[in-house]
């Protein structure tokens, strides 16, 4: 079974969408190679996608993040889907029956027309079998776009969002390209209101929380800076990686020694899928069974994928965290007892 690690190029981010995990050798490999690109592809400093001008048909014209704007002459009916956050997004916006292949890492919804396409190396060949009229990635990398264009075929990237704004943005962008804007729009009302609920619901406390979010066992991290860090912030949660530093300051390694010092409230676990993590397995790390969130058994065990993605599901992690935050809360509130 795979590790992963934080995506630090956009080449992986391609491959997954995982942009927050990946295998440790690949990651320490490429910090040198990508430089800046690779906070880019873990979203810090991902383009931030404006929605196309309301439009009321086609033909259409769109810029991806790319910067390359592209043309669709009509309402696509053959979508290849290279990113599984766009798949995600595309099935909310119910335009699902347009997809005719996703790429191998879009495992959500289960309905996806999975196949064997790469979004890491995308196979210009085996993209054209499908007769595309639009294919939507998160990124360029294996230089796809012009491969494409010259069998006239659109490719929109949309990449990894840096906030909820981006990421709203995107579906918008999505529905207009695929003639599902109105769907779009309900999408984006719905998780803003939902967003705004589950926020409401955590009060502050005597005093601010700590979060400590586990990229997988090695102890990678999100700081707040990161799309999933949003979700900390929203909640009203000090990030302990906020207080550390490495090569990928978004993305650090932290060692055992600072986390059990920083005495995090809460432990979210990324890496339960990947890395098979879990409270067992979390309170047996040595010294691990002193920190609050041990003792308390505040250990959120995330799905990888949903706490990875930039789609609708996020709306689903932070309701997770959020109910776990608000317990939190009421036992900080809670009268103390007289023994």
């Known amino acids: 079974m795979r590790k992963h690690l934080c995506a630090t190029s956009a080449k992986l981010v391609a491959q997954t969408d995982r942009a927050w995990r990946r295998r440790r050798s690949h990651f320490v490999q490429l910090i040198g190679a990508a430089g800046v690109a690779l906070l880019a592809a873990c979203g810090t400093g991902a383009t931030t996608i404006a929605p196309a001008a309301s439009t009321t048909g086609f033909p259409l014209t769109i810029k991806g993040g790319n910067g390359v704007t592209i043309t669709l002459a009509k309402r696509p009916s053959h979508i290849v889907s290279l990113s599984p956050t766009a798949t995600e997004m595309l099935f909310a916006i119910s335009a699902g029956s347009q997809v005719v292949a996703v790429d191998d890492q879009s495992n959500y919804p289960s309905s996806a027309p999975m196949t064997k396409l790469s979004g890491f190396q995308p196979n210009i060949e085996a993209i054209t079998t499908y007769s595309p009229d639009l294919v939507g990635a998160s990124d360029d990398s294996g230089g796809h776009v012009h491969g494409l264009s010259g069998a006239n075929i659109p490719v929109l990237i949309e990449p990894a969002a840096k906030d909820l704004n981006g990421a709203y943005a995107e579906i918008q962008q999505l529905g207009m390209a695929t003639g599902h804007e109105a769907n779009a729009n309900s ?23 700590s979060v400590y979010h586990e990229l997988d066992e090695t102890h990678y991290s999100a700081t707040s800076h990161t799309f999933i860090g949003q979700a900390y912030s929203l909640l009203g949660l000090r990030n302990i990686a906020d207080n550390a530093s490495g090569s990928v300051p978004d993305y650090p390694q932290l060692s055992a020694e600072f986390i059990v010092s920083a005495n995090p409230d809460l432990i979210v676990l990324a890496d339960t899928k990947c890395c098979h993590q879990d409270a067992r397995t979390i309170a047996a790390r040595p010294g691990w069974s002193a920190v609050a969130a041990v003792k308390r ?16 599901r996020f709306v689903d992690f932070l309701r997770l965290v959020g109910q776990h935050v608000a317990e939190l809360e009421r036992q900080a509130s809670a009268p103390a007892t007289s023994g």
């Open 187 to 209: 999408v984006v009302q719905k998780m803003r209101s939902d967003v705004a609920t589950v926020v409401a619901s955590v009060r502050k406390p005597p005093r601010p929380l």
């Open 297 to 312: 058994g505040e250990i959120v065990a995330a799905d990888d994928d949903i706490a990875s993605r930039w789609g609708p």
